[in-house]
Structure formats: C-alpha cells, structure tokens
C-alpha cells in the first residue's frame, strides 16, 4: 500500500489539479451563482459521482494494461508529466478566464441539475486523462495489489475535490465579488498554479531514484 508521504503528495497534487478551473469547477459554481448554493451542491453531487464512474474505468483498464505490459509504467509517466505541462500552460496563458463569471443559466430541477453535473464530468476529456495518465505516477506493483492502490488514491482525489468544490460553491457569490475588486489577485492566483503545476510536470518527468 501508499506510505502516508506518497499519499500527502499525492493529495497536494490534486488539491492544485482540483484549483485550476475546469468544466466541473465552472458548472458548479455557475449554478451556485445562478441559482443558489442548494443547486450547486446538487450539481456537485451528480459530478462526484462522475468521478466514481471514471475511478471504476480507469482502475480496471490500468490493473490489466499494467499487468500485460509492465514498461507502459514509463510511457504513462511521460503522459502524465505532458498532461501537467498543459494544464500549467492552460493557466499561464494570455486570456485565461474565471469560473466565477456571471452567466445566465436557465433554473432547472434538482434532478436535471444532478444529471447535468454527472454528464459534465463524465464527458471531461481532463479527468479521464488524469485517472490514466497521473495514478501510475504512484501506484507501486512490487507492494501488491495495483487495484487496491488505484482505488486508494481514487478515494483521496475524490475527497479533495469534493471539499474543495463544496467551498467553492459555498462561498462564490463572495469570491466572485472578491475576483471583481481584484483583478491582480486573480492574475497571481493563475501565475502560481500555472508555475507549481510545470513544477510537478518536472518531477513526475524524473525518474524515481532508488
């Protein structure tokens, strides 16, 4: 199993991933904005089930690829690294947006608005793509089960974003009220992901020493 260093690592990683806007983060939080926290959370729940959908995939089609053909560890670390490159690069660069911009939205009933977040993330090339490319980075053949290892490291991702994109939702209306008085702010926030995102694309690039 994942010593606890590997597993803080790796909930630092997805705490930063889970802090660069993406479809979930920008459906969520348009519906808090649009039509109140209650629907936000509601659009949350039906993308964190999304997650388990695509936990489930990825999980079983690593354990058999990795079982088949033990050098694709190094490819997928290779894809990983390129995969954390373009998401800083897709915060660096020039016109990069907030999720926190008001859009109009029609009001929709819970179940729509739970379906719609399902949908949103199950149709996110960026999250299947993370699942694949990212969970080899730290999953360890030689300690037993890589099943059990993906399905570990799902559940932390998912509880990082989960409470992430709960205060998210919770507080938009102030954030996005905090983002207008302050554009530096929003700038910087962007500059930093974008540097600590290249920054783990190096290491991830690295082989692991032993």
Request: proline share 5%; with cysteine.
């Amino acid at each position: 199993m994942l010593t606890f260093a590997e597993t803080a690592l790796f909930a630092l990683t997805a705490l930063v991933l889970v802090l660069t806007p993406g479809p979930n983060m920008i459906y969520c939080v348009s519906r808090a904005l649009s039509q109140g926290r209650a629907a936000g959370l509601i659009s949350l729940a039906g993308v964190l089930v999304g997650f388990v959908a695509h936990l489930v995939a990825a999980t079983l089609g690593l354990s058999a690829l990795l079982a088949a053909v033990p050098v694709a560890f190094d490819a997928l670390r290779i894809a990983g690294a390129a995969y954390l490159l373009w998401l800083a690069w897709d915060a660096l660069r020039p016109g990069g947006s907030t999720p926190f911009q008001a859009r109009q939205l029609p009001v929709d009933a819970p179940g729509r608005l739970f379906r719609m977040g399902l949908l949103t993330n199950l149709l996110n090339p960026k999250v299947a793509i993370f699942y694949i490319s990212f969970f080899p980075q730290f999953l360890h053949p030689e300690r037993g089960s890589v099943l059990l290892q993906s399905l570990q490291l799902g559940a932390v991702q998912i509880v990082v974003s989960g409470t992430v994109n709960t205060l998210l939702v919770l507080g938009a209306a102030r954030i996005a009220a905090f983002l207008a008085r302050s554009r530096g702010w929003l700038k910087a926030q962007r500059y930093l992901m974008g540097t600590v995102l290249a920054a783990l694309a190096v290491r991830m690039a690295l082989p692991e020493q032993k």
